[in-house]
């Protein structure tokens, strides 16, 4: 397969009246073409900066300080606005938990779509027109041509969120960024807009970050999945491998701490305490005053990105099988 | 953190902006000059016994038939300005704290029952508050002064009538915002009496943009109680507010004669100015759709 | 079996928007604004047994949360009846809530120790000078320590402000806690420990819950029993494990089959079609005919009856 999308490095840190706070430290994530990614963490874990930073769309008082991200071999840290706007909605999109924030309260749906597909394509209007309803019968709106005309508090959540997709896939991109985009749906719309998604993202060969907190949505649907924590990716494997074989203990301890995971009534294995606040040097492992099985070493020195067995773990005392040769 | 750090958080946030600090000092100056002004003035000008008709409308700079100099000029009755308009502080601040006192606290009470009781209580009580924010401030407070009488009780009940509507208003929204809270339900759940509720969670919950309200009300009423000293209907001749130092120096501007309104006007802006740098950033501060 | 804690009996409750007095005018000089109705409750009927968990699940609009609201006593039904019969004297402090926003539901101007204290001041649970050791005893029950006293809740994570919001509750010694989404907003590892938390209070003190969530694997963890809700009717309702292992309800099947869970390998996503109708305007008939892959003539036409199938009662024509 070839790679798509290589960030390597990454640190976005934003400046506060309290000091620097490294939202996104070094991540390093590969996504190659077709795959879908499931990118997991806790709040504040760095997950939705990391796809803002990929988006060029981290404003002040955040910035990307270092690193890279290499859109087939084109680097973006750095582009210019104008070439920007040239990539967005064209080559790499995103979709959001609110999908208010791409969508215009004032505005009319068929206004909007046409507005997004003639910034990339010159067709016609009614070309435009015929692309949009198109586009909203592709995510599973019914009578589309009528639903067209709409406004968008006309919509339920669930079909807003469709609308946002139908806008984000228009010129089938080749990246799709989509940061919650269902969490705040009930769970039977939840699986409609998973459906949709895996569908039109397997026909249009678009890859996919699914950025999440939980773990479960994105098991039946990412082929990789990079789990953050304190602005990290402490764990980046197979789906399959990482969750029945989690080598983080961060990530066994997420696994854990699901209902599903154990038995109805019994009590739930818990990580202890509460994530870190961001701020200031960064001393030993992020994760060592939470972790059981944290030794002297880990909170002194930050353990390094090893990769094996196509596996990558940040932690001293990561478990792993024998690799067979 | 320590308890008194929501406090000290919003003062740093505050003195983040330097012009609203700049406003704050001023502020401060303005206020201590009021309060200090028998010390800070050469005469009282209230005293009618000190004053010299001789000395009328001296430019600044002048010295006076006793031998006393006029560092911004005299009035046409002879006052040292500097101290008439010290003077004339006191009674505008005076006047505008004091009126907004009252009529926040009548804002404060009826809104806070408006919002809890609600239903016919809630209807009656907006529809009056419409009612009366619907006429011009200026129109109420000229028709009351004009059937009261002159005299700063009748100007600060004049002020207090034309602005309890306002806080009423205010208070009114935001504590239904309140109510609609979680915090409320779970008082009621534990079966906390209603004043309780209304005093203990309610209450204090309501007042940072009622805070915002009233320092920027403060300003208008100052400036209101200026107009209506202008206009002659405010407080008698013989103890001038700043508005009727501006009042008595008019006709004499086109004279050349400019001091006598110019240096009070000054006062008055400078006053007002402070006032709504201060109440500009206490917005900023207190309101949480805009903390960080 | 002993006498249940709670008896909801035929309970409906409907929200009427009023009109506002601009549009009665008009509707005197013959306009017509109607007032609009929600009907979020229609007809609910259950038990909640001493000691218990009753999960309550279902999707937005189910009518899920006031049902609770009306169990907890903070708001009466429109038609029905509640009975409430704790073993002590004050039945008024013996139904607790829990909320959801662990921000919202908290006093953002009184120190912990009055937030939590205040009430079994002024019930004269506890003596004034008594409430400082008081609050540090329910302090210790929740999993934290005396050094919070004069904190102010935005100076908490969201776990430890459902903690205090737990406290809180406790301090009036309940026997109900009605647990509206009440681990809905915390992230994965501190649910866990809320949730054992839950499990935990309820061995010491011998509470009883109603717990809400739209999340079943949740309610399939803490419940001994669970009622499933659509558009204010409950649809299904029996012991944990006969439901989640053998739903029979056409909407519950889909639901669980919807729950997302850790699954390997590529997963096709069970999809049941359309969204849940306005509860202003509900389905005649069976309120989840217009989705259900079975319904038929009669399901848009006749509610279905509850009926038991095991020990799952049921209202669904084709059970």
Known sequence: MTTLLDVKGLKTYFATTLGEVRAVDDVSLAVAEGEVVGLVGESGSGKSVTGYSLMGLVDAPGRIVAGSVKLQGRELVGLGERDWRALRGHDIAMIFQDPMLTLNPVLRIDTQIIEAIRAHADVSAARAREWAAEALAGVGIPSPADRLTAYPHQFSGGMRQRVAIAIALLHKPKLLIADEPTTALDVTIQGQILAQVQTLATQMKTSVIWITHDLSVVSGLANRIAVMYAGRIVEEGATTDVLTNPAHPYTRGLLRSLPSQNKPGETLTQIPGAPPRLLGERVGCSFAPRCDQAQVVCSEADPDRTVAANRAVRCHFALREEVAV | ?292 | MSEPLVAVDHVSRQFVKPLGWAESLANRVGGDHREVVVHALDDVTLDIQRGEVLGIVGESGCGKSTLGRIVAGLLPPSAGAVRFDPSGSNAKLARQMIFQDPSASLNPRLHVVDQIGEAAVAHGLVKPREMRDYVVNLLAQVGLDASVLSRFPHQFSGGQRARIGIARALAVKPELLVCDESVAALDVSIQAQVLNLFAELKRSLGLTYMFISHDLGVVQHLSSRVAVMYLGRVVEIGSTASIFSGPKHPYTQALLEAMPRIRTGHQRFAVIKGEVASPVNPPSGCHFHPRCPRADAKCSAVAPVAVMRGDIRIACHYA
Do not use: C
Request: net charge neutral; no cysteine; proline share 4%.
């Open chain 2, 1 to 292: 953190m320590q308890e008194a750090s929501i406090w000290r958080e919003k003062l740093a946030d505050f003195a983040a902006s330097r012009i609203a600090l700049f406003g704050l000092a001023l502020f401060v100056l303005i206020v201590l000059a009021a309060l200090f002004a028998p010390w800070l003035s050469m005469q009282n000008p209230y005293d009618l016994a000190q004053l010299d008709i001789m000395d009328a409308r001296l430019p600044p700079g002048s010295t006076g038939g006793d031998g006393q100099t006029f560092l911004i000029g005299s009035d046409e009755q002879g006052r040292d300005l500097w101290s008439a308009i010290l003077y004339g502080l006191r009674i505008s601040l005076g006047v505008g704290v004091i009126s907004t006192l009252i009529a926040v606290s009548i804002g404060l009470v009826v809104g806070l029952i408006a919002a809890y009781r609600g239903g016919r209580w809630d209807n009656v009580i907006m529809r009056i508050v419409d009612i009366q924010l619907s006429f011009p401030a200026i129109l109420i407070a000229l028709i009351l002064l004009a059937v009261l009488g002159q005299g700063i009780g009748k100007i600060i009940a004049a002020l207090v009538t034309v602005q309890w509507a306002y806080y009423a208003r205010t208070v009114r929204g935001a504590a239904l915002a309140e109510m609609s809270k979680d915090y409320i339900a779970a008082a009621k759940g534990l079966a906390l009496s209603p004043a309780r509720i209304v005093f203990n969670h309610l209450l204090p919950n309501s007042l940072p943009p009622l805070i915002v309200v009233a320092s920027v009300q403060v300003a208008h009423a100052i400036a209101l109680e200026a107009t209506l000293s202008f206009l002659g209907l405010g407080l008698p001749i013989t103890e001038p507010s700043l508005g009727l130092l501006i009042a008595n120096g008019y006709q004499y501007l086109l004279s050349g004669k400019y001091w006598v309104s110019f240096f009070p006007g000054v006062a008055l802006l400078l006053t007002i100015l402070s006032i709504n740098l201060v109440a500009d950033q206490l917005r900023d501060v207190l309101n949480p759709r805009l903390a960080k």
